[in-house]
């Protein structure tokens, strides 16, 4: 069984321009949370999905982090415009059922780079 | 106070020992705990989930839980090299609907050959 996969891996791009990072979860999951680690700092929740819908979107640091879930399967979060603090590793992670605290799975990663 | 404490490390043991591994939280909603592994550059992996109060084992592995507490722990007993690592501690709890993990920034382990 394929685990959860993000791409890019890595991601380097100036202030102020867009980025677009994807997650797709491990197959037949409905939740979908995403994560961040910024240097020297915990790994903090972001936002999670249940199938298509946001279910808490309450760690979206600003209105400049958009994210998606259509169809429910991949997800994409877009950073526009990036600024320098939005550097750090955003994790993906996915759990199968919905209203239980279930094993998260997480995803290698995407390193953002905000020059 | 910051919602999930870990001594950050480095902790070193030498091989076979036992690496001893400490967590709290400051939520007393909080109702599932884990403990996860993570080799640099590389994801998150889950080593042990505990809901309950006390102990519980996994091969090498064993999680206590002291609700009352708020203290978490983590042995590894005969620690291998390839246990070197940071391990996470988070904790989740619902909310909005959703059981989000609250990570600590993590222990890292060096087991000495």
């Known amino acids: 069984e394929a685990g959860v996969t993000q791409f890019p891996s890595h991601s380097v791009i100036e202030k102020g321009q867009t980025v677009t990072l994807r997650c797709d979860p491990i197959?037949?999951?409905?939740?979908l949370y995403w994560y961040r680690r910024v240097m020297g700092k915990e790994i903090k929740f972001l936002l999670h999905?249940?199938?298509?819908?946001?279910?808490?979107e309450s760690g979206m640091p600003n209105n400049r982090f958009l994210a998606e879930r259509t169809g429910g399967t991949y997800s994409t979060l877009k950073v526009q415009p990036a600024e320098l603090e939005d550097s750090g590793v955003y994790f993906c992670?996915?759990?199968?059922?919905?209203?239980?605290?279930?094993?998260?799975?997480f995803g290698p990663g995407t390193r953002l780079l905000v020059l | 106070q910051k919602e999930v404490e870990q001594n950050s490390g480095p902790l070193s043991v030498p091989e076979g020992a036992i690496a001893s591994l400490n967590c709290t939280y400051s939520?007393?909603?909080?109702?599932?705990f884990f403990w996860y592994r993570q080799y640099s550059g590389k994801s998150p992996e889950l080593i042990m989930s505990?809901?309950?109060?006390g102990d519980k084992e996994d091969g090498r592995f064993t999680a206590q839980l002291n609700k009352a507490s708020q203290y978490v722990s983590l042995l590894i007993r005969d620690s291998q090299p390839s246990d070197s690592a940071t391990y996470l501690c988070?904790?989740?709890?619902?909310?909005?609907?959703?059981?989000?993990?609250?990570f600590g920034k993590g222990t890292k382990l060096s087991v000495i050959p």
């Open positions: 992670a996915s759990s199968q059922r919905t209203g239980v605290p279930e094993t998260q799975y």
């Open positions: 197959s037949g999951h409905d939740n």
């Open positions: 999905f249940v199938k298509e819908s946001k279910q808490d």
């Open positions: 939520d007393r909603v909080s109702q599932s």
């Open positions: 505990i809901y309950s109060n």
């Open positions: 988070a904790v989740s709890r619902p909310g909005a609907g959703s059981y989000q993990l609250t």
